[in-house]
């Protein structure tokens, strides 16, 4: 099996761990993507790659910006590679395409390697535990309480109010990087996927009034 590899994720360990494995493979082409457009780059010359992505340290807002790189490469094959994805985010993108495979990075090592080599078959693969999650029984959203930090309740009201992740960082004097990842769990709690959806629960919840939402 002969394919090219991608890893779009910006942790060192991640990135040593894979490139030693794939050491080890031999038959494994090796390359690292630190940003979208150097993603873009690389899957415009190897259309038929396996990425290895990162979604919750990368920067790729939600599931239809994963669908349109989906549509665009359609030939490439894309592992969700992350400490922490929810249930609901991972049926939309199942939904989307037999291209996404889902592992985690509590995976144990052999879980690993058979994704990898599902994936370098253009077949999906989804680890245990979160196969485990999808099958368990779903709370009701009206029982289950929402824990935001401080910081996560500030920028729900900030995107609430129509601030750009950009604008909010500027504000806060943060990095993009940053709040993007603040704006992904602050999405992964309130289970939602849109910034519509979080604007309506932080207007039920009193983050904001209507008069300032339609100013």
């Given at each position: 099996?002969?394919?090219?590899?991608?890893?779009?994720?910006?942790?060192?360990?991640?990135?040593?761990?894979?490139?030693?494995?794939?050491?080890?493979?031999?038959?494994?082409?090796?390359?690292?993507?630190?940003?979208?457009?150097?993603?873009?780059?690389?899957?415009?010359?190897?259309?038929?790659?396996?990425?290895?992505?990162?979604?919750?340290?990368?920067?790729?807002?939600?599931?239809?910006?994963?669908?349109?790189?989906?549509?665009?490469?359609?030939?490439?094959?894309?592992?969700?590679?992350?400490?922490?994805?929810?249930?609901?985010?991972?049926?939309?993108?199942?939904?989307?395409?037999?291209?996404?495979?889902?592992?985690?990075?509590?995976?144990?090592?052999?879980?690993?390697?058979?994704?990898?080599?599902y994936a370098?078959?253009?077949?999906?693969?989804?680890?245990?535990?979160?196969?485990?999650?999808?099958?368990?029984?779903?709370?009701s959203r009206?029982?289950?309480?929402?824990?935001?930090?401080?910081?996560?309740?500030?920028?729900?009201?900030?995107?609430?109010?129509?601030?750009?992740?950009?604008?909010?960082?500027?504000?806060?004097?943060?990095?993009?990087?940053?709040?993007?990842?603040?704006?992904?769990?602050?999405?992964?709690?309130?289970?939602?996927?849109?910034?519509?959806?979080?604007?309506?629960?932080?207007?039920?919840?009193?983050?904001?009034?209507s008069a300032?939402?339609?100013?």
């Amino acid at each position: 099996m002969d394919y090219h590899l991608i890893l779009a994720d910006r942790q060192d360990i991640t990135r040593a761990g894979m490139l030693y494995y794939c050491q080890s493979l031999g038959e494994v082409e090796y390359r690292q993507a630190d940003d979208k457009t150097e993603l873009i780059e690389q899957l415009k010359r190897h259309a038929d790659a396996v990425v290895v992505l990162d979604y919750t340290l990368f920067d790729i807002n939600d599931v239809d910006e994963l669908e349109i790189l989906h549509q665009r490469f359609p030939r490439a094959q894309w592992v969700l590679f992350s400490v922490d994805l929810s249930a609901d985010f991972v049926r939309r993108v199942i939904a989307v395409s037999p291209c996404f495979s889902i592992l985690l990075k509590e995976s144990p090592m052999q879980e690993i390697r058979d994704c990898l080599q599902y994936a370098g078959r253009h077949q999906r693969y989804i680890c245990q535990r979160m196969a485990e999650l999808l099958l368990a029984p779903q709370p009701s959203r009206v029982e289950e309480e929402v824990r935001l930090t401080p910081t996560e309740t500030e920028i729900l009201k900030d995107i609430a109010l129509g601030l750009t992740t950009r604008e909010i960082a500027e504000k806060r004097f943060s990095s993009f990087h940053t709040v993007n990842t603040h704006r992904k769990n602050i999405f992964r709690k309130l289970g939602v996927n849109t910034v519509h959806e979080a604007t309506k629960y932080a207007l039920r919840a009193g983050l904001i009034d209507s008069a300032e939402y339609y100013i």
